[in-house]
Protein backbone atom coordinates (compact mmCIF):
# COMPACT_ATOMS: atom_id res chain seq x y z
CA UNK A 1 0.00 0.00 0.00
CA UNK A 2 1.54 3.50 -1.03
CA UNK A 3 3.29 4.99 1.62
CA UNK A 4 3.49 8.70 2.75
CA UNK A 5 7.26 9.05 1.08
CA UNK A 6 8.13 12.97 1.12
CA UNK A 7 11.67 12.84 -0.03
CA UNK A 8 14.07 14.85 -2.20
CA UNK A 9 11.54 14.79 -5.00
CA UNK A 10 9.93 18.46 -3.22
CA UNK A 11 11.60 21.05 -3.54
CA UNK A 12 9.23 24.03 -2.92
CA UNK A 13 7.06 24.64 0.07
CA UNK A 14 4.25 26.75 -1.70
CA UNK A 15 1.57 27.99 1.55
CA UNK A 16 -1.43 29.88 0.03
CA UNK A 17 -3.80 31.85 3.03
CA UNK A 18 -7.09 32.60 2.42
CA UNK A 19 -8.65 33.23 6.24
CA UNK A 20 -10.95 36.13 7.98
CA UNK A 21 -9.78 39.03 9.50
CA UNK A 22 -10.55 37.12 12.95
CA UNK A 23 -8.92 34.29 12.32
CA UNK A 24 -5.64 33.20 13.48
CA UNK A 25 -3.33 33.57 10.51
CA UNK A 26 -2.11 29.92 10.46
CA UNK A 27 -0.14 29.85 7.01
CA UNK A 28 1.54 33.17 8.74
CA UNK A 29 2.83 31.66 11.88
CA UNK A 30 4.15 28.40 10.11
CA UNK A 31 5.88 30.44 7.71
CA UNK A 32 7.34 32.20 10.62
CA UNK A 33 8.40 28.78 12.31
CA UNK A 34 9.89 27.68 9.01
CA UNK A 35 12.18 30.93 8.53
CA UNK A 36 13.11 30.73 12.13
CA UNK A 37 14.43 26.65 11.51
CA UNK A 38 16.30 28.26 8.69
CA UNK A 39 18.10 30.67 11.01
CA UNK A 40 18.88 28.38 12.98
CA UNK A 41 20.57 26.31 10.29
CA UNK A 42 18.39 23.83 8.96
CA UNK A 43 18.99 23.18 5.39
CA UNK A 44 15.16 23.33 4.36
CA UNK A 45 13.84 23.65 0.66
CA UNK A 46 12.42 27.22 -0.64
CA UNK A 47 9.00 28.13 1.05
CA UNK A 48 6.75 31.10 0.39
CA UNK A 49 3.61 32.28 1.92
CA UNK A 50 0.86 34.47 -0.29
CA UNK A 51 -2.47 35.70 1.04
CA UNK A 52 -5.61 36.09 -0.87
CA UNK A 53 -8.85 37.29 -0.57
CA UNK A 54 -11.48 35.03 -3.09
CA UNK A 55 -11.72 31.99 -5.03
CA UNK A 56 -10.60 34.04 -8.15
CA UNK A 57 -7.38 35.04 -6.48
CA UNK A 58 -6.88 31.55 -5.17
CA UNK A 59 -6.76 30.06 -8.28
CA UNK A 60 -4.70 32.20 -9.92
CA UNK A 61 -2.07 31.90 -7.46
CA UNK A 62 -1.92 27.91 -7.42
CA UNK A 63 -1.66 28.10 -11.12
CA UNK A 64 1.05 30.87 -11.34
CA UNK A 65 3.35 29.59 -8.28
CA UNK A 66 2.78 26.22 -8.97
CA UNK A 67 4.26 26.71 -12.75
CA UNK A 68 7.03 28.94 -11.59
CA UNK A 69 8.60 26.23 -9.22
CA UNK A 70 7.96 23.62 -11.94
CA UNK A 71 9.83 26.35 -14.43
CA UNK A 72 12.46 26.62 -11.58
CA UNK A 73 12.71 22.85 -11.67
CA UNK A 74 11.62 22.17 -8.13
CA UNK A 75 8.19 19.92 -7.59
CA UNK A 76 5.93 21.83 -4.86
CA UNK A 77 3.73 20.89 -2.01
CA UNK A 78 1.00 23.14 -2.04
CA UNK A 79 -0.56 23.58 0.99
CA UNK A 80 -3.68 25.71 2.02
CA UNK A 81 -4.99 27.17 4.72
CA UNK A 82 -8.62 28.28 4.67
CA UNK A 83 -12.09 27.16 5.16
CA UNK A 84 -13.71 23.69 4.17
CA UNK A 85 -16.43 22.20 3.59
CA UNK A 86 -18.52 20.06 1.55
CA UNK A 87 -18.49 22.18 -1.37
CA UNK A 88 -15.24 23.39 -1.00
CA UNK A 89 -13.03 25.30 0.02
CA UNK A 90 -14.54 28.94 1.09
CA UNK A 91 -11.91 32.16 1.50
CA UNK A 92 -11.67 35.30 3.16
CA UNK A 93 -14.62 36.67 1.27
CA UNK A 94 -17.36 34.10 1.43
CA UNK A 95 -16.12 32.89 -2.21
CA UNK A 96 -15.95 28.92 -2.49
CA UNK A 97 -12.92 27.17 -4.76
CA UNK A 98 -15.08 24.33 -5.93
CA UNK A 99 -13.55 20.84 -5.23
CA UNK A 100 -14.06 19.99 -8.48
CA UNK A 101 -12.94 23.39 -9.86
CA UNK A 102 -9.92 22.88 -7.68
CA UNK A 103 -9.51 19.57 -9.38
CA UNK A 104 -9.59 20.60 -12.62
CA UNK A 105 -6.64 23.73 -11.84
CA UNK A 106 -4.93 20.91 -10.47
CA UNK A 107 -4.90 17.77 -12.71
CA UNK A 108 -2.42 19.75 -15.52
CA UNK A 109 -0.06 21.17 -12.64
CA UNK A 110 0.27 17.38 -11.74
CA UNK A 111 1.13 15.85 -14.95
CA UNK A 112 4.12 18.49 -15.55
CA UNK A 113 4.64 17.49 -12.06
CA UNK A 114 4.50 13.90 -13.53
CA UNK A 115 2.46 12.75 -10.85
CA UNK A 116 4.14 13.86 -8.08
CA UNK A 117 1.71 16.70 -6.83
CA UNK A 118 1.00 16.76 -2.62
CA UNK A 119 -2.01 18.90 -1.53
CA UNK A 120 -2.09 19.89 2.00
CA UNK A 121 -5.07 20.91 3.38
CA UNK A 122 -5.72 23.01 6.51
CA UNK A 123 -8.92 23.48 6.96
CA UNK A 124 -12.33 20.98 8.04
CA UNK A 125 -13.45 18.39 5.87
CA UNK A 126 -10.27 18.66 3.49
CA UNK A 127 -11.45 14.59 2.71
CA UNK A 128 -14.20 15.93 0.45
CA UNK A 129 -11.57 16.27 -2.32
CA UNK A 130 -10.85 12.39 -2.12
CA UNK A 131 -14.20 12.36 -4.31
CA UNK A 132 -12.36 14.11 -6.83
CA UNK A 133 -9.69 11.29 -6.59
CA UNK A 134 -12.40 8.46 -7.01
CA UNK A 135 -13.67 10.38 -9.88
CA UNK A 136 -10.44 10.92 -11.48
CA UNK A 137 -10.51 6.56 -10.98
CA UNK A 138 -13.80 6.34 -13.31
CA UNK A 139 -13.07 9.16 -15.50
CA UNK A 140 -10.10 11.13 -15.34
CA UNK A 141 -6.33 11.34 -14.60
CA UNK A 142 -5.74 12.32 -11.27
CA UNK A 143 -5.29 16.03 -9.88
CA UNK A 144 -2.69 14.90 -7.67
CA UNK A 145 -0.37 12.68 -5.99
CA UNK A 146 -1.85 12.49 -2.34
CA UNK A 147 -3.64 14.28 -0.35
CA UNK A 148 -3.46 15.21 3.51
CA UNK A 149 -6.85 16.47 4.91
CA UNK A 150 -8.83 16.26 7.60
CA UNK A 151 -11.76 14.32 7.48
CA UNK A 152 -14.07 16.73 9.66
CA UNK A 153 -13.50 19.57 12.14
CA UNK A 154 -10.43 21.29 12.77
CA UNK A 155 -9.59 23.95 14.71
CA UNK A 156 -7.25 26.50 14.19
CA UNK A 157 -4.99 25.39 17.22
CA UNK A 158 -5.17 22.08 15.76
CA UNK A 159 -3.57 23.23 12.81
CA UNK A 160 -1.17 25.58 13.81
CA UNK A 161 -0.02 23.04 16.00
CA UNK A 162 0.05 20.13 14.33
CA UNK A 163 1.06 21.59 11.32
CA UNK A 164 4.41 22.75 13.49
CA UNK A 165 4.53 19.52 14.39
CA UNK A 166 3.94 17.70 11.28
CA UNK A 167 7.02 20.20 8.64
CA UNK A 168 9.17 19.95 11.89
CA UNK A 169 9.36 16.37 11.58
CA UNK A 170 8.85 16.06 7.74
CA UNK A 171 11.59 18.61 7.21
CA UNK A 172 14.16 17.30 9.77
CA UNK A 173 13.87 13.51 8.74
CA UNK A 174 11.75 13.11 5.48
CA UNK A 175 9.83 10.72 6.88
CA UNK A 176 6.33 11.49 5.65
CA UNK A 177 4.92 8.39 7.92
CA UNK A 178 6.32 10.40 11.26
CA UNK A 179 5.09 13.43 10.01
CA UNK A 180 1.33 12.66 9.85
CA UNK A 181 1.47 10.63 13.00
CA UNK A 182 3.11 14.12 15.10
CA UNK A 183 0.48 15.93 13.30
CA UNK A 184 -2.47 13.67 14.74
CA UNK A 185 -0.56 13.41 17.72
CA UNK A 186 -0.40 17.27 18.37
CA UNK A 187 -4.13 17.97 17.21
CA UNK A 188 -6.39 17.65 19.90
CA UNK A 189 -9.80 17.19 18.50
CA UNK A 190 -11.33 13.58 17.70
CA UNK A 191 -11.12 14.02 14.04
CA UNK A 192 -7.99 12.86 12.46
CA UNK A 193 -5.88 14.02 9.54
CA UNK A 194 -5.40 11.27 6.65
CA UNK A 195 -3.04 10.31 3.70
CA UNK A 196 -5.14 9.65 0.74
CA UNK A 197 -2.75 8.58 -2.18
CA UNK A 198 -4.47 8.75 -5.41
CA UNK A 199 -3.38 5.33 -6.03
CA UNK A 200 -5.42 3.91 -2.89
CA UNK A 201 -8.59 5.60 -4.22
CA UNK A 202 -8.23 3.73 -7.99
CA UNK A 203 -7.96 0.23 -5.88
CA UNK A 204 -10.88 1.08 -4.09
CA UNK A 205 -12.86 2.14 -7.18
CA UNK A 206 -11.21 -0.91 -8.66
CA UNK A 207 -12.67 -2.95 -6.15
CA UNK A 208 -15.82 -1.92 -6.39
CA UNK A 209 -16.15 -2.58 -10.44
CA UNK A 210 -15.26 -6.22 -9.54
CA UNK A 211 -18.17 -6.79 -7.44
CA UNK A 212 -20.43 -5.12 -9.36
CA UNK A 213 -19.57 -6.13 -12.85
CA UNK A 214 -18.23 -9.79 -11.85
CA UNK A 215 -20.90 -12.02 -12.38
CA UNK A 216 -21.23 -13.38 -16.10
CA UNK A 217 -25.16 -12.41 -16.34
CA UNK A 218 -23.74 -8.92 -15.69
CA UNK A 219 -21.13 -9.02 -17.96
CA UNK A 220 -23.67 -10.57 -20.81
CA UNK A 221 -25.83 -7.20 -19.94
CA UNK A 222 -22.79 -4.83 -20.73
CA UNK A 223 -21.64 -6.08 -24.09
CA UNK A 224 -24.76 -5.80 -25.20
CA UNK A 225 -25.50 -2.07 -23.28
CA UNK A 226 -21.90 -0.96 -25.20
CA UNK A 227 -23.11 -3.05 -28.29
CA UNK A 228 -26.33 -0.95 -28.54
CA UNK A 229 -23.87 2.53 -28.30
CA UNK A 230 -21.64 1.32 -30.69
CA UNK A 231 -24.74 0.51 -33.23
CA UNK A 232 -26.15 4.11 -32.47
CA UNK A 233 -22.43 5.80 -32.57
CA UNK A 234 -22.13 4.41 -36.14
CA UNK A 235 -18.98 3.22 -35.67
CA UNK A 236 -17.33 1.17 -38.37
CA UNK A 237 -16.69 -2.32 -38.26
CA UNK A 238 -18.87 -5.33 -38.12
CA UNK A 239 -21.26 -6.35 -35.62
CA UNK A 240 -19.72 -9.67 -34.64
CA UNK A 241 -16.61 -8.19 -34.56
CA UNK A 242 -17.56 -5.56 -31.99
CA UNK A 243 -19.50 -7.79 -30.18
CA UNK A 244 -16.00 -10.19 -30.08
CA UNK A 245 -13.67 -7.62 -29.29
CA UNK A 246 -16.12 -6.36 -26.14
CA UNK A 247 -16.39 -9.87 -24.57
CA UNK A 248 -13.16 -10.45 -24.67
CA UNK A 249 -12.57 -6.64 -22.80
CA UNK A 250 -15.19 -7.21 -20.67
CA UNK A 251 -14.19 -10.92 -19.77
CA UNK A 252 -11.01 -9.94 -18.95
CA UNK A 253 -11.05 -7.33 -16.23
CA UNK A 254 -6.97 -7.26 -15.10
CA UNK A 255 -6.71 -5.64 -19.13
CA UNK A 256 -9.22 -2.91 -17.72
CA UNK A 257 -7.37 -2.72 -14.43
CA UNK A 258 -4.44 -2.10 -16.58
CA UNK A 259 -5.51 0.63 -18.98
CA UNK A 260 -7.61 2.58 -16.25
CA UNK A 261 -4.71 2.47 -13.71
CA UNK A 262 -2.07 3.34 -16.30
CA UNK A 263 -4.46 6.37 -17.58
CA UNK A 264 -5.69 7.34 -14.28
CA UNK A 265 -1.97 7.81 -12.49
CA UNK A 266 -0.48 9.13 -15.99
CA UNK A 267 1.61 5.45 -16.26
CA UNK A 268 1.14 5.76 -20.09
CA UNK A 269 2.10 9.26 -20.48
CA UNK A 270 5.41 8.38 -17.56
CA UNK A 271 6.04 4.98 -17.56
CA UNK A 272 9.32 5.62 -16.15
CA UNK A 273 7.40 6.80 -12.89
CA UNK A 274 5.94 3.29 -12.87
CA UNK A 275 8.34 1.33 -9.76
CA UNK A 276 6.31 4.35 -7.76
CA UNK A 277 3.38 2.73 -8.14
CA UNK A 278 3.71 -1.17 -7.79
CA UNK A 279 -0.36 -2.12 -7.97
CA UNK A 280 -2.08 -5.21 -9.41
CA UNK A 281 -4.73 -6.62 -10.30
CA UNK A 282 -4.36 -9.02 -7.38
CA UNK A 283 -4.86 -6.10 -4.91
CA UNK A 284 -7.50 -4.98 -6.76
CA UNK A 285 -9.26 -8.34 -6.28
CA UNK A 286 -8.21 -8.92 -2.55
CA UNK A 287 -10.57 -7.30 0.43
CA UNK A 288 -9.05 -4.45 1.67
Not at 17 to 34: A, C, F, M, N, Y
Not at 66 to 93: F, T, V
Not at 105 to 127: K, W, Y
Not at 252 to 272: N, Q, S, T
Amino acid sequence: MPTLNLSSEFGRLIVLESLRPSDVKTGQRLLTHIHRWVVEGAALPPAGLKRVENATELGDAIDVLCRLSLREGRIPILHIEAHGGKPGLQCADGSYLHWPDLADLLRPINGECRNNLLLVLACCDGNYFALELLKAAVLDRCPVWALVACSGPAGPYDIDLGFYRFYEEFLASGDGNAALEALNAAASGSQQFMFIPAEKMFLDFFRYYLSAHGTRRVRQARVEECLSEIIEAGLPGSLQEHRDNLKFRISRPEVVFAEKRDHCLWLDLYPEERARFPSLFAHASERP
